[in-house]
């Protein structure tokens, strides 16, 4: 969770720190040294901060880590954020602050279980690639004798 107000970051940190295991940086510069130190599946994140936006963290990250999922939070309804979240953040939930921990946490569960259905999607499609090969190179020894 990437959030500059140091209360909602201990705040998040003691409602779902039984639930998740939980990460926490003041900035995106944090954030994204927690990325590279870490396995992290989905990340959290405030949208006004100081250095940057959520989208623009968000958008800054995908060409290194385009497989975590998505979370924008923010205190303001701002419909323009909303757009960029969605076209430039690839976001897969926009909420407002503050939220109601069932509703969060429920969020977070379903980006678990999306970012697990497309790993193991991906292991699929690699273990088809792996088989394809195994048949083309059968076929062409076959072939050749």
């Known amino acids: 969770y990437v959030d500059d107000e140091v209360n909602n970051l201990h705040a998040f940190k003691a409602?779902?720190?039984r639930d998740f295991n939980v990460f926490t940086a003041e900035s995106a510069m944090e954030g994204r040294k927690l990325l590279d130190q870490e396995k992290i599946e989905v990340i959290i994140?405030?949208?006004r901060m100081p250095e940057m936006t959520g989208v623009e963290f968000l958008e800054s990250i995908i060409q290194m880590y385009p497989d975590p999922i998505r979370i924008l939070l923010t205190g303001y309804t701002d419909i323009q954020a909303?757009?960029?979240?969605?076209?430039?953040?690839?976001v897969y939930h926009y909420m407002t602050k503050p939220?109601?921990?069932?509703?969060?946490?429920?969020?977070?569960?379903?980006?678990?279980?999306v970012f697990s259905l497309r790993a193991e999607n991906k292991?699929?499609?690699r273990s088809l690639l792996r088989?394809?090969?195994?048949?083309?190179?059968?076929?062409?020894?076959k072939l050749l004798s």
């Open 82 to 90: 909303v757009i960029d979240a969605i076209n430039k953040g690839q």
């Open 131 to 141: 088989a394809n090969e195994q048949l083309e190179f059968l076929l062409r020894q």
């Open 123 to 125: 292991e699929l499609v």
């Open 45 to 47: 994140t405030d949208q």
């Open 99 to 113: 939220w109601d921990e069932d509703q969060l946490r429920n969020i977070i569960n379903k980006a678990f279980e």
């Open 15 to 17: 409602a779902f720190r």
